[in-house]
Every structure is written in structure tokens, then in C-alpha cells.
């Protein structure tokens, strides 16, 4: 069986085998005896056939004897640093420190209590219900009058060109204004423009 | 500490000795002897295993010391139902987020560093990918820290804590073929490391 051929047979195989990508996880993962049973067996027909993977076998292995080889020795000859002892009493006393910093801490609130509350439990909705009712009026007060676009005011920046020769900007602020407010009750909107630049004439003369 | 790729047997239960979970419990209760057995179990492979990913041996115990507090600060959150590899798994998960902080702040330094270099024009002596002249036990320690911080990290914890491969990428939050595979680059390049002259 070649590489390929292995690769399919893995590939129909169910289970962990089917989550595993390429050989080199699968060989580690049996080598490292973490195949389920079935699984294994099926790993080992696939050795028996296939000398590559045989070979990859081979060389993971030797990796691994090298690498714990080497591991193994450096630890037996380097000693732990510092007392075993002394680091066990050390977090001896860390949890006896620990204990009694969480013992004169308040307890946690129970959560099966009720909790208590500062206002009557009605007074809650009640003043959800008065925030929602002062929105609404708030809105309303602020809504445009009926023909005016919203946000436009009763002060307005007219520019009049009264012979043409020359742009000059009236700010109708004052007297226009007043007129605006107190004459435009029941004319038409080019009517009102029509008496406001009559107005307009006759406070420049 | 295993010497082999192969998980050990699963342990005969003794009722004698208490398991992880059990000590964890009483810790919480604030037991302090729970938590020096614990310790005590623990001490040798924990020690190593930050000696081994952080190359100094002074940090490496103050290292053991913060994962000690950490554990302590965060037991009550531990749930030994919900967490695969149980205490153990949680414990090195720990230890190896604190080396995770080092490496971190590490990465700071040097980049600060680097950019120091770059503005006084000193070249330091290149550290090289050669190791000669060295003996066979410190080669292996050069050699280690050669390897990119992950594969070290995989490399590691199988061998000094003995977790499962799928314990071991859930410690670390990446795919089961993820941790393969850089378990598999780890062995190789170390293998080759330690096979030159």
C-alpha cells in the first residue's frame, strides 16, 4: 500500500482517525497510545502493509527517544533549584493567608434572598410611566407648526435688492418680525411675501 | 514526569491517596494541608516545566509561586466536572498563562531593544543557530530554546505533565492537529538540534 492508498484508507475510516491530518498526527497519536481501540488495530494493518508510514514510525520514534533520552538526563543531573520542603510550607502558608483574607471579607449576598429595595416596589413603574408621558409631552411641544419646515424660526435673513445695484442683507429680526407675528393670520403665503417686502420698503425709506 | 510518549496506565485507585479533585475541594474549605499535598505533588514537574519554557531558574520559582496565588484566587471558579484533565490540566493551564505574561512582556523588551540597536548601531554578537562547544545537557537547553515558543510549549507539557494530546490543545485553545503538529516539528528540530557536532 503507497502513501495515497493510506491516505483514503484513513480518510473512510470513522472516528478520531477521521479528525486527524496526515500521518504524522496519526503515528503520534498512536504512538502515544491515545487511539481508541479499533482505531489502532486499523493503524497496524496499515503498518503492516505500508513501509513508508513504517518508516515514519521509525523516525518519530527515535525523535522521541532522543528528545526524552535528553530530558531525562538534563534533570537528573541539574537538581530543583531551592527546598521542595520550603516551597510546600510556603504554600502552606499562602492558603492559611488566603483563608483568612476570605473569612474577613463579607460574605457574598445570598441570591435566594429578596433583594431590598430602597423605594416602594410601586413607585417603579409608576416612575417609568412619568418618564415615558414627560417624553411624549416633550416631543409635542417641539413638533414644527403646521407649514414650516422643522427648526425654522420666526427670525429669518432676507436679502433685498431694492434698485439692483447693490446686495444688502436686512435682518428682520426686529419690526419684520412683529409683523410676521401679527399680520399673517389669514393671507396667502404669497400674499404674506408680498407685505413683508412692502414693509421692508418702507422702513428703509 | 513520564519518559514516554505513551501515556502511563491509568492508576490503580488507592483510596489511601486522595485524588486532585478531592484536595481541591478541601482547599477551598481552606485546608492547608490539601494544599501542600498538592504542592508537594506537583512541585518537581511544575518546576521544570517553567524552568524548561522560561530558561531561568530564579523566575521559573517565582513563576511557580504567582500559579500557586493564581490558583488560590481563582479555586472557587475551578469546576473539576466541566474541565478535561481535571485539577492537573487546570493547574499547568495556569502555570503556562503565566509564562504566556513573560513572553509578552519579554516581546516589549526586546522590541524596545531591537530599536535601541538600531539607533547606537551596535552589533550584538550573533547568537547563532550553532550549538559547539557546548555539552551534551546544556546543548539540550539551547536547543530548547531554539524552538518557537509554541512547539516548546506542546513539547513540554506532554512530557512534564503527562496530559493527553487532546487535553493539551484544549489547555492551550488551538485544534487537536494543531498541537500535533507542533509537537511533530518540536521532536524533529530538536532530534536534528541535538544530533549536530
Same mark, same amino acid.
Given at each position: 500500500m503507497n502513501v495515497g492508498e493510506a491516505h483514503a484508507t484513513i480518510a473512510t475510516m470513522q472516528s478520531l482517525l477521521d479528525h486527524l491530518d496526515g500521518h504524522d498526527a496519526v503515528l503520534l497519536m498512536y504512538l502515544a497510545g491515545e487511539l481508541p481501540g479499533e482505531d489502532r488495530s486499523r493503524v497496524e494493518q496499515m503498518l503492516g502493509t505500508d513501509q513508508t508510514m513504517r518508516a515514519r514510525l521509525d523516525e518519530l520514534r527515535a525523535a522521541h527517544d532522543v528528545v526524552t533520552g535528553a530530558l531525562a538526563r538534563h534533570d537528573a543531573t541539574h537538581p530543583l533549584t531551592g527546598s521542595e520542603a520550603a516551597a510546600v510550607r510556603q504554600v502552606g502558608r499562602m492558603v492559611r493567608s488566603w483563608h483568612a483574607d476570605r473569612a474577613a471579607r463579607p460574605a457574598h449576598r445570598d441570591l435566594a434572598q429578596p433583594r431590598m429595595l430602597r423605594? =416602594?416596589?410601586?413607585?417603579y413603574p409608576l416612575a417609568a410611566a412619568a418618564a415615558v408621558t414627560l417624553a411624549f409631552v416633550t416631543w409635542y411641544v417641539m413638533l414644527p407648526e403646521p407649514g414650516k419646515l422643522p427648526g425654522?424660526?420666526?427670525v429669518a435673513m432676507v436679502e433685498v435688492n =431694492?434698485?439692483?445695484s447693490a446686495a444688502e442683507s436686512i435682518d428682520l429680526s426686529g419690526d419684520a418680525a412683529q409683523f410676521a407675528l401679527s399680520d399673517?393670520?389669514?393671507?396667502s403665503e404669497a400674499e404674506t411675501e408680498l407685505r413683508q417686502l412692502q414693509f421692508i420698503r418702507e422702513n428703509m425709506q | 514526569m513520564t519518559l514516554s510518549l505513551r501515556n502511563p496506565p491509568? =492508576?490503580?485507585?488507592?483510596?489511601t491517596v486522595p485524588s486532585d479533585e478531592a484536595l481541591a475541594a478541601r482547599l477551598r474549605e481552606g485546608d492547608p494541608s490539601a494544599g501542600e499535598v498538592l504542592a508537594k505533588r506537583y512541585h518537581a514537574a511544575l518546576l521544570r516545566y517553567l524552568q524548561r519554557l522560561v530558561g531561568s531558574d530564579h523566575l521559573a520559582e517565582e513563576l511557580l509561586q504567582q500559579t500557586w496565588l493564581s490558583v488560590l484566587d481563582h479555586l472557587d471558579r475551578f469546576d473539576a466536572a466541566s474541565t478535561r484533565g481535571g485539577f492537573k490540566a487546570w493547574l499547568f493551564r495556569i502555570a503556562t498563562n503565566k509564562v504566556n505574561d513573560v513572553w509578552r512582556s519579554r516581546g516589549r523588551e526586546r522590541t524596545a531593544k531591537e530599536g535601541l540597536r538600531l539607533v547606537v548601531d551596535v552589533e550584538a554578537p550573533h547568537a547563532g543557530h550553532r550549538i559547539e562547544g557546548v555539552e551534551q545537557v546544556d546543548k539540550l537547553r539551547a536547543a530548547i530554546e531554539q524552538l518557537p515558543e509554541n512547539q516548546r510549549q506542546v513539547l513540554l507539557l506532554r512530557y512534564y505533565?503527562?496530559?493527553k494530546f487532546v487535553e493539551i490543545a484544549e489547555l492551550l485553545g488551538c485544534p487537536l492537529n494543531t498541537a500535533l503538529g507542533r509537537m511533530h516539528k518540536a521532536m524533529l528540530k530538536l532530534k536534528e538540534l541535538m544530533s549536530e557536532p
Amino acid at each position: 500500500m503507497n502513501v495515497g492508498e493510506a491516505h483514503a484508507t484513513i480518510a473512510t475510516m470513522q472516528s478520531l482517525l477521521d479528525h486527524l491530518d496526515g500521518h504524522d498526527a496519526v503515528l503520534l497519536m498512536y504512538l502515544a497510545g491515545e487511539l481508541p481501540g479499533e482505531d489502532r488495530s486499523r493503524v497496524e494493518q496499515m503498518l503492516g502493509t505500508d513501509q513508508t508510514m513504517r518508516a515514519r514510525l521509525d523516525e518519530l520514534r527515535a525523535a522521541h527517544d532522543v528528545v526524552t533520552g535528553a530530558l531525562a538526563r538534563h534533570d537528573a543531573t541539574h537538581p530543583l533549584t531551592g527546598s521542595e520542603a520550603a516551597a510546600v510550607r510556603q504554600v502552606g502558608r499562602m492558603v492559611r493567608s488566603w483563608h483568612a483574607d476570605r473569612a474577613a471579607r463579607p460574605a457574598h449576598r445570598d441570591l435566594a434572598q429578596p433583594r431590598m429595595l430602597r423605594f =416602594p416596589y410601586w413607585s417603579y413603574p409608576l416612575a417609568a410611566a412619568a418618564a415615558v408621558t414627560l417624553a411624549f409631552v416633550t416631543w409635542y411641544v417641539m413638533l414644527p407648526e403646521p407649514g414650516k419646515l422643522p427648526g425654522e424660526s420666526n427670525v429669518a435673513m432676507v436679502e433685498v435688492n =431694492p434698485d439692483s445695484s447693490a446686495a444688502e442683507s436686512i435682518d428682520l429680526s426686529g419690526d419684520a418680525a412683529q409683523f410676521a407675528l401679527s399680520d399673517s393670520s389669514g393671507l396667502s403665503e404669497a400674499e404674506t411675501e408680498l407685505r413683508q417686502l412692502q414693509f421692508i420698503r418702507e422702513n428703509m425709506q | 514526569m513520564t519518559l514516554s510518549l505513551r501515556n502511563p496506565p491509568p =492508576p490503580v485507585v488507592d483510596v489511601t491517596v486522595p485524588s486532585d479533585e478531592a484536595l481541591a475541594a478541601r482547599l477551598r474549605e481552606g485546608d492547608p494541608s490539601a494544599g501542600e499535598v498538592l504542592a508537594k505533588r506537583y512541585h518537581a514537574a511544575l518546576l521544570r516545566y517553567l524552568q524548561r519554557l522560561v530558561g531561568s531558574d530564579h523566575l521559573a520559582e517565582e513563576l511557580l509561586q504567582q500559579t500557586w496565588l493564581s490558583v488560590l484566587d481563582h479555586l472557587d471558579r475551578f469546576d473539576a466536572a466541566s474541565t478535561r484533565g481535571g485539577f492537573k490540566a487546570w493547574l499547568f493551564r495556569i502555570a503556562t498563562n503565566k509564562v504566556n505574561d513573560v513572553w509578552r512582556s519579554r516581546g516589549r523588551e526586546r522590541t524596545a531593544k531591537e530599536g535601541l540597536r538600531l539607533v547606537v548601531d551596535v552589533e550584538a554578537p550573533h547568537a547563532g543557530h550553532r550549538i559547539e562547544g557546548v555539552e551534551q545537557v546544556d546543548k539540550l537547553r539551547a536547543a530548547i530554546e531554539q524552538l518557537p515558543e509554541n512547539q516548546r510549549q506542546v513539547l513540554l507539557l506532554r512530557y512534564y505533565s503527562s496530559l493527553k494530546f487532546v487535553e493539551i490543545a484544549e489547555l492551550l485553545g488551538c485544534p487537536l492537529n494543531t498541537a500535533l503538529g507542533r509537537m511533530h516539528k518540536a521532536m524533529l528540530k530538536l532530534k536534528e538540534l541535538m544530533s549536530e557536532p
